[in-house]
């Protein structure tokens, strides 16, 4: 797929902030992550009502599937349920087929496409907090990851259909960056073209907490 936007190396792909919205994907071709959206969100509140029957017919039919194949991928590591996202949870809509629930304080992005949905973006409050927050000086830091490579190809596969090779995901410990010790952050087909990132289709990034669960993820 053409790629569709290219981000500076930073520690990792995620978003660093708590804001609604993920990155834009169709942002000009240089961006930082730290970058907001581009475009205006537009709340459920200024649809109008053949948009309002357009999002129920693609929730039903597109985005819970992608929700539940989602949830399955990654059980046990996600913050909520699949049944937990519904359409009064719904927050706003991007340009671009951009569409972000609330759940709880987690902000959750569905991208919808010609080529079908599929979860673009989550975030907890919690994770955006900490994951950018530097630990507190003379602490002895905790390097240990809590997930191997066979379970992040295992996850990624039942995720996005793609076998990737085992050279292709890469595990690094958060505590070199951040305030969270014992976590993950993991890269699965990171592509670069010198010192810039290329964000395609088939790479995807995530953090996982020190209790297995998945607090980050952008694909």
Same mark, same amino acid.
């Given at each position: 797929?053409?790629?569709?936007?290219?981000?500076?190396?930073? =520690?990792?792909? @995620?978003?660093?902030? $708590?804001?609604?919205?993920?990155?834009?994907?169709?942002?000009?071709?240089?961006?930082?992550?730290?970058?907001?959206?581009?475009?205006?969100?537009?709340?459920?509140?200024?649809?109008?009502?053949?948009?309002?029957?357009?999002?129920?017919?693609?929730?039903?039919?597109?985005?819970?599937?992608?929700?539940?194949?989602?949830? =399955?991928?990654? =059980?046990?590591?996600?913050?909520?349920?699949?049944?937990?996202?519904?359409?009064?949870?719904?927050?706003?809509?991007?340009?671009?087929?951009?569409?972000?629930?609330?759940?709880?304080? !987690? !902000?959750? !992005? +569905?991208?919808?496409?010609?080529?079908?949905?599929?979860?673009?973006?989550?975030?907890?409050?919690?994770?955006?907090?900490?994951?950018? $927050?530097?630990?507190?000086? &003379?602490?002895?830091?905790?390097?240990?990851?809590?997930?191997?490579?066979?379970?992040? @190809?295992?996850?990624?596969?039942?995720?996005?259909?793609?076998?990737? /090779?085992?050279?292709?995901?890469? +595990? /690094?410990?958060?505590?070199?960056?951040?305030?969270?010790? &014992?976590?993950?952050?993991?890269?699965?087909?990171?592509?670069?073209?010198?010192?810039?990132?290329?964000? !395609?289709?088939?790479?995807?990034?995530?953090?996982?907490?020190?209790?297995?669960? @998945?607090?980050?993820?952008?694909?």
């Amino acid at each position: 797929m053409i790629v569709l936007l290219v981000v500076s190396i930073h =520690k990792s792909r @995620l978003p660093t902030t $708590s804001e609604i919205h993920p990155p834009f994907a169709s942002a000009p071709d240089r961006v930082s992550v730290n970058q907001g959206p581009v475009g205006v969100a537009k709340r459920v509140a200024d649809f109008s009502s053949d948009e309002k029957v357009e999002l129920t017919q693609k929730f039903n039919e597109k985005f819970k599937p992608a929700i539940e194949n989602w949830c =399955k991928a990654y =059980k046990g590591r996600i913050p909520f349920k699949p049944e937990d996202v519904t359409l009064d949870k719904f927050h706003s809509k991007l340009p671009g087929g951009f569409y972000t629930f609330m759940i709880g304080n !987690t !902000t959750f !992005t +569905i991208f919808d496409s010609k080529n079908g949905a599929r979860v673009f973006y989550m975030m907890t409050h919690d994770a955006a907090n900490v994951l950018n $927050s530097l630990p507190r000086t &003379g602490t002895q830091r905790d390097l240990s990851v809590p997930v191997n490579r066979e379970e992040v @190809l295992r996850m990624v596969k039942a995720d996005t259909g793609v076998e990737y /090779k085992p050279n292709q995901v890469e +595990i /690094k410990p958060t505590a070199v960056a951040c305030a969270l010790d &014992g976590g993950a952050f993991v890269e699965v087909g990171r592509q670069m073209v010198g010192d810039f990132e290329l964000i !395609t289709a088939t790479n995807l990034s995530f953090v996982v907490a020190p209790d297995g669960e @998945l607090i980050a993820y952008q694909h």
